[in-house]
């Protein structure tokens, strides 16, 4: 019964994407990006500025809401995560090298749909009891037709969203299985550290996020470039292959799985919109509880978010799969960074559970800190306390119930649900948005 669940489950997904999710990603990030002249693209050296001076600014600890690079690592800790280390593997697996392409251009689309989102989020933020804001497809979405029932939908699924199963179980299984520790001690430690820290809101987790990013971005990517070093008459190869195989029929994993264009498109494009969670408000969220009073100059931050995210992580991690030619083999996404970096440097076996760990983490207290945050939305009064049963009956349920893959599909379908809804606000809002970070006054 179980088993047949998870199976329609998969196959709505699978329809949803295709059909649904890829072709409205892509049209309303390219609409975005022809009405802001490619504003991503443009303005990219201005917008570097502004992360720049976010960088530098000191906390007033006096003033309502988190400081603008705090809001920014939150958003970047449910983004850069263990989907960039195992969901692109598993997207090349099924799609093949074409899957890459795709991923490139639902990025540089998806940079205008996040910038979207994140400017909605703090231009219709209402401020809340904690000295702080609450915004998000929740708050946004309540000035659309229909509003009132597109709020409460968003809301109920950021709540599920909240509640990361998939990197829970990927996370639990790498640590048991890399460091040798037995499940029914990881599981319960990891719970409490998610619910214990997560309760804390965008303050804790971007601080935390802001010390657990930059390390994990200078060793993995420190590490990737000297593998593409060793490789570099590989390269040229790899990109022919990404490019010709992007448009036209591909056999991955082997001939296990027929790969098409619009097979390699749709796995690219949803594995992008996973990674960097566009789309599906949660950076919104995050953002909405800035600081900053200028909604473009916080925007500006979520262009810097895909970037890091997809053209750089996810980026490195497909080369370094694409270099090891483990893709078309019957291989474990989850053990598929391992065995390519094992070949060049020691201990990765003990250095790469710690990286999934950390990433694992802060993406997963990113989320409950986002889901928690809706809840309160649906029940001021009761939604924070009941999020936590919530959460931890799940956590505990999916730690033991179904695979990865039935796990990862679950979130799959719900942020293929929450992008339909952000997608149909910003297409709403879309003349509420101001496309130019040099201008915008407060």
Known sequence: MIEQIFYW????????????????????GLYLSLKSRFFQIRQFRHILKIFYGFAKQKDDTTTRGVA????????????????????????????????????????????????????????????????????????????????????????????????????????????????NLNPFFVIPTLLFLVIGVGKGGVKIVGRICSVVIPFFLAAYLGMGFYVIFKNLHMIPGIFYSIFVHAFTPHAAMGAFVGSS??????????????????????????????????PAKQAALGVIDIFLDSFVVCSMS???????????????????????????????HVILPLFIFLLGYTTMIAFFAAGRRAATILSPKYGASMYMIFATCSFLVFSFLGTQSQCAAVMSLVGVLLLVCNLYGL?????????????EKK
Request: aromatic content about 16%; some cysteine; proline content about 3%.
């Open 9 to 28: 489950m998969d196959q709505i997904d699978e329809l949803f994407w295709m059909y649904l999710g890829v072709p409205s990603l892509l049209i309303v």
């Open 427 to 439: 297409y709403f809002l879309r003349d509420e948005i101001i496309f130019d970070v040099r201008q």
């Open 318 to 348: 497909m080369l370094l799969v694409l270099i090891s030619g483990l893709w078309y083999q019957d291989v474990n996404p989850v053990f598929m960074i391992s065995h390519t970096l094992s070949e060049y440097f020691p201990y990765v």
């Open 261 to 294: 264009m619009m097979f390699a498109m749709s796995h690219g494009v949803r594995r992008a919109c996973y990674t960097g969670d566009i789309g599906v408000g949660y950076a919104s969220t995050m953002h909405a509880e800035t600081k900053e009073s200028v």
């Open 68 to 179: 603008p690079i705090h809001a920014f690592f939150a958003s970047v800790g449910g983004a850069i995560g263990v989907g960039n280390l195992v969901s692109v593997c598993m997207s090349i697996q099924i799609g093949g090298p074409g899957a890459v392409f795709w991923m490139w251009v639902a990025a540089l689309f998806g940079m205008l749909v996040k910038y979207g989102e994140i400017y909605l989020g703090v231009k219709f933020r209402i401020q809340n009891n904690e000295n702080s804001y609450t915004g998000g497809p929740m708050i946004f979405l309540r000035h659309v037709p229909g509003g009132a029932f597109w709020s409460v939908l968003a809301s109920f699924l950021m709540c599920l969203y909240g509640i990361e199963i998939y990197i829970f179980r990927v996370v639990t299984y790498s640590i048991s299985d890399g460091w």
